[in-house]
């Protein structure tokens, strides 16, 4: 399952560090990229710093409650789905979270597998209401499947060639530069982290499996970065 650059991002805010730690582990293992926030100010910071795909919520934070974060959350207008996960179990409590702005309410003590199935379920839903496939001229992206086909033809990609090439097709048409994949695929903030050796051997990688045999889409634009259409200009 992918989102904009690749992999689903989770942020736990939790302030028991072993729940925290142990959902973490797991979801990592699923796949999934996860920050923690001990308490609703730190969650506030790190969804300034970067997107969210998911956010899983304690109601008993220390300072301002979980209701509370979540009611100034929607109150800014983010739509980003929210799975509180709270020992408050009575019905007033999860009618609170609704509305509120919840979109699922597990109760504690939990299992990790529901955990794990909530999740998904949260994230395909969101995902249907976007844009799941990514086509461009018989190459088409799978982003719930994380498959890819050209011609009806699968094609076999690594996690990194599937970013990459998922970032040229959310771009088709459009010149990216080497500083944009640096950025937004590679995640490297540094502009003076040099990835273009490593590029180029994953642009070839690349080519070699989408383009061969077909008039190619993958472009270099020379002193620039690169381009996913059906002709350079």
């Not at 910071?45 to 919520?57: E, K, M, P, V």
């Not at 959310?170 to 590679?186: A, G, K, L, S, Y």
């Amino acid at each position: 399952m992918t989102a904009e650059n690749g992999i689903f991002r989770i942020l736990i805010i939790e302030d028991e560090r072993k729940i925290a730690q142990a959902i973490t582990d797991s979801l990592f293992e699923e796949g999934f990229e996860v920050e923690m926030a001990k308490d609703a100010e730190e969650g506030y910071f790190l969804i300034g710093t970067r997107d969210f795909n998911l956010i899983i919520l304690d109601l008993g934070l220390p300072g301002r409650s979980g209701f509370e974060f979540l009611e100034t959350f929607r109150g800014s207008g983010n739509a980003t789905p929210v799975l509180i996960l709270s020992a408050m179990d009575s019905v007033d409590s999860k009618v609170r979270g609704f509305e509120s702005g919840a979109n699922d309410y597990m109760v504690k003590p939990f299992a990790l597998p529901e955990l794990h199935a909530r999740v998904k379920n949260l994230l395909r839903r969101n995902l249907e209401g976007e844009a799941r496939r990514l086509i461009y001229r018989g190459l088409e992206m799978d982003l719930l499947k994380r498959k890819v086909w050209r011609d009806g033809v699968e094609i076999a990609l690594t996690t990194r060639e599937f970013n990459l090439l998922e970032f040229l097709l959310r771009h088709q048409e459009n010149v990216v530069t080497r500083d944009m994949i640096r950025r937004e695929v590679w995640e490297i903030k540094e502009p003076t982290f040099d990835i273009n050796n490593i590029l180029d051997v994953h642009i070839n990688a690349l080519r070699k499996k989408v383009d061969r045999g077909y008039d190619p889409l993958i472009h270099t634009v020379r002193g620039v970065g690169f381009c996913l259409r059906e002709e350079l200009a």
